[in-house]
């Protein structure tokens, strides 16, 4: 049974025949990614994402979001998911990042003063950065 890679989409009237049409086009098994694959790889090479709160956190302690810190935080990341992380601390000279890996979100951070008074819990790996 041969399965196309790409599904004709010329008469696709709404959002269900699409959801559908894409769950029915399976690649073939030459090596060729999936749809979900290929949305978290572009996904992946967008960055980190700092959530609502973090970006308050930052703001608040007056941390300036550099391009030199970004690329540590998006490599710091990376090392995590390479390894399979789905929730870890990155801990720098002056501060910490609580990352969910899958989502590649900042979920909160704290400065260097304010590590030494907290616990880290519900993480399952730890990157310095």
Known sequence: MGVSKLADVSNISNISELKLSHQLTVPDKTGSASFADSLKNEYRKNG???????????????????????????????RARDKGSKDAVLIGDKSAFIVNIP???????????????????NIDSAVLF
């Open 103 to 121: 989502n590649n979100t900042i979920i909160t951070m704290m400065t260097e003063r304010e590590m030494k008074e907290n616990i880290f819990t």
């Open 48 to 78: 980190v994402q700092f959530s609502k709160h973090a970006a308050q956190r930052m703001q608040s302690r007056g941390m300036e979001v550099t391009s030199g810190l970004l690329s540590d935080l998006n490599q710091a990341v990376q």
